[in-house]
T-cell receptor, first 111, second 111 residues
Framework: GESVGLHLPTLSVQEGDNSIINCAYS??????FIWYKQESGKGPQFIID?????DKRQGQRVTVLLNKTVKHLSLQIAATQPGDSAVYFC??????????FGKGTRLSVIA | DTEVTQTPKHLVMGMTNKKSLKCEQH?????MYWYKQKAKKPPELMFV???????INESVPSRFSPECPNSSLLNLHLHALQPEDSALYLC??????????FGDGTRLSIL
């Protein structure tokens, strides 16, 4: 979905399908990127990170892809489960500067 | 359970009250952060402490006063807040570079 006004972009997927959440980052000099998952009533939870000298990193059921040419980051979740339903934020930073968060995407898993 | 502990989980206060939010971590992290998060929005950085010294203040109104008594504790003192200050206040910690670990926040409501 597209972000309009106060609404978060929403991605709805069937349980068991793969999910891809996209993020366009702003600073071409950023050298570190993180994906966070935030469930209702909780703080952001670290999922996976990647440094700018890499273009792909895999974790358990998750993969992050980095395309520095077009300043694009994506999070792939394999075999999406109901427990994956949350808001996902990408964040970028350069050196010791603070994290800058993207707008967020809500993932809804349909059982 | 998160490794960053925030208290209280919920706080309701009047505009003339004085209260404090507390944050604690025992991971040996030397950087600690306060963020404000409104509904459907990403966290917004307020303050950064590095080695117990305030290093970043993102032009936060003086009715918010941070304090870092030691390397494990971070407080946010609140006085004469406005209704628009109602939000989720998140604390985070990190090593000098790398991922930030977030607490589950304090849900603050100003009457």
């Amino acid at each position: 979905g597209e972000s309009v006004g106060l609404h978060l972009p929403t991605l709805s997927v069937q349980e068991g399908d793969n999910s891809i959440i996209n993020c366009a980052y702003s600073n071409s000099a950023s050298d570190y990127f993180i994906w966070y998952k935030q469930e209702s009533g909780k703080g952001p939870q670290f999922i996976i990170d990647i440094r700018s000298n890499m273009d792909k990193r895999q974790g358990q059921r998750v993969t992050v892809l980095l395309n520095k040419t077009v300043k694009h980051l994506s999070l792939q979740i394999a075999a999406t489960q109901p427990g994956d339903s949350a808001v996902y934020f990408c964040a970028e930073k350069k050196g010791n500067t603070p994290l800058v968060f993207g707008k967020g995407t809500r993932l809804s898993v349909i059982a | 359970d998160t490794e960053v502990t925030q208290t209280p989980k919920h706080l309701v206060m009047g505009m003339t009250n004085k209260k404090s939010l507390k944050c604690e971590q025992h991971m040996g992290h030397r950087a600690m952060y306060w963020y404000k998060q409104k509904a459907k929005k990403p966290p917004e950085l307020m303050f950064v402490y590095s080695y117990e010294k305030l290093s970043i203040n993102e032009s936060v109104p003086s009715r918010f006063s941070p304090e870092c008594p030691n390397s494990s504790l971070l407080n946010l003192h609140l006085h004469a807040l406005q209704p628009e200050d109602s939000a989720l206040y998140l604390c985070a910690s990190s090593q000098e570079t790398g991922k930030q670990h977030f607490g589950d926040g304090t849900r603050l409501s100003i009457l």
